[in-house]
Nanobody, 125 residues
Framework: QVQLVESGGGLVQAGVSLRLSCAASGRSFSNYHMGWFRQAPGKERVFVAASIVDSTYYGDSVKGRFTFSRDNAKNMVYLQMNSLKPEDTAIYYC????????????????????WGQGTQVTVSS
């Protein structure tokens, strides 16, 4: 199992940058696919970015602005968010999936087994 704790959210103005962090505890962190999702009020949880083996995937709305990274030595995952927009306002969740299991849809929240508690990001116009 892996436990996930997000941090780095906050209230910012449009156009600025913010970096979210996700600390993972547990064994064999490198054996997990890692992802970021977000959920705005009244909306479903949606895919933001993920690292699957040697590939990184991004949601269409964040491509070119957000960058996913992970540091296996530190058991950390990051989401660098640049040029933030009001529509980026949401609770951001870190998620993990055992890489030994077949992954059918990297974009689906249901594919991920472990979740953090989330960190709020609010972008004002």
């Amino acid at each position: 199992q892996v436990q996930l704790v997000e941090s780095g959210g906050g209230l910012v103005q449009a156009g600025v940058s913010l970096r979210l962090s996700c600390a993972a505890s547990g064994r064999s962190f490198s054996n997990y696919h890692m992802g970021w999702f977000r959920q705005a009020p009244g909306k479903e949880r949606v895919f933001v970015a993920a690292s699957i083996v040697d590939s990184t995937y991004y949601g269409d709305s964040v491509k070119g602005r957000f960058t996913f990274s992970r540091d296996n030595a530190k058991n950390m995952v990051y989401l660098q968010m640049n040029s933030l927009k009001p529509e980026d306002t949401a609770i951001y969740y870190c998620a993990a999936r055992d890489a030994r299991l077949r992954l059918m849809d990297v974009y689906s929240p249901s594919e991920y087994d472990y979740w953090g508690q989330g960190t709020q990001v609010t972008v004002s116009s």
